[in-house]
């Protein structure tokens, strides 16, 4: 005989059981990106048509260099969960839903460690 | 989604049979302009790249990014940037749970909406573009 409750039987059965962090980890990236885009605007906007030594000698600062760098991670990751959102809401056939997912993922990290890669050496080598 | 229940139904976000509104325009203006900037993105990394490379790939890709394209490609991501940026702190706004009420939504929109074109005629005055 099972003396559990109606209640404590169904407890724990929901679907991933991480929807709330996950949602929380959204929300806490977009409001990391805040101040990170401020400061990327600064550094980058003066940046764009300038001569090279220009922009390798303003990642010279320890402090330009990993503020963009962070910008680059959380606004990448923040890219990848949004267009997987977007994705999941208009994309409703199984094996394309598949494909865009993964193809989105693939997308994502490598723009953003090609980011990393490209400051880290301009940093390092410039 | 079980056979039977498919159907013709109309799925969510229902964006063609709802009337279009100050609050789902101004919404769904946030989701085009964040998935519009990844391309001004994939622009901005290749050409970081570009200048971690070398002196000459450095020099043909910026002399892309302050062409015309470049620039009405850069400006069109700035105002993006900026949109999604004021747009996504009134959805924050929203999660935390204020400013449900029409005045409130409705003001919020278009604070926004002015909001990205001032913020983008600041940064392209900052950039110095201008001058």
């Not at chain 1, 990236?29 to 401020?38: D, E, M, R």
């Not at chain 2, 079980?2 to 229902?14: C, D, F, I, Q």
């Not at chain 2, 971690?52 to 400006?75: D, H, Q």
């Not at chain 2, 991501?77 to 949109?83: I, N, R, T």
Request: net charge positive; glycine share 8%; with cysteine.
């Amino acid at each position: 005989m099972n003396f559990k409750t109606d209640r404590s039987k169904v407890s724990g059965l929901g679907s991933a059981k991480s929807g709330a962090s996950h949602w929380f980890g959204e929300r806490l990236k977009s409001v990391a990106l805040i101040p990170l885009t401020i400061i990327f605007i600064l550094v980058m906007a003066p940046l764009i048509g300038k001569d090279h030594n220009v922009v390798i000698e303003s990642f010279q600062n320890p402090f330009t260099s990993i503020s963009i760098i962070l910008f680059f991670l959380i606004t990448f990751k923040h890219l990848e969960e949004g267009l997987q959102v977007v994705i999941e809401d208009y994309v409703h056939s199984k094996g394309k839903l598949l494909f865009l997912i993964i193809f989105n993922k693939l997308f994502c990290w490598t723009f953003g460690l090609t980011a990393v890669f490209a400051i880290l050496k301009i940093t390092f080598a410039g | 989604m079980s056979e039977r229940v498919k159907g013709n139904r109309p799925l969510s976000p229902h964006l063609t049979i709802y009337r279009p509104q100050m609050s789902s325009i101004s919404s769904i203006l946030v989701r085009i302009s964040g998935v519009s900037l990844s391309f001004g993105f994939v622009l901005i990394v290749w050409w970081l790249l570009a200048a971690s490379t070398n002196i000459k790939y450095f020099e043909s890709a910026n002399s892309i990014l302050s062409s015309w394209f470049g620039i009405v490609v850069l400006i069109g991501s700035v105002w993006a940037l900026c949109y999604h940026s004021l747009g996504g702190i009134r959805h924050l706004i929203w999660d935390m749970g204020y400013g449900f009420d029409l005045k409130t939504a409705d003001r919020m929109g278009w604070a926004v909406i002015i909001g990205s074109f001032v913020l983008t005629f600041v940064i392209i005055c900052y950039s110095g573009a201008l001058s």
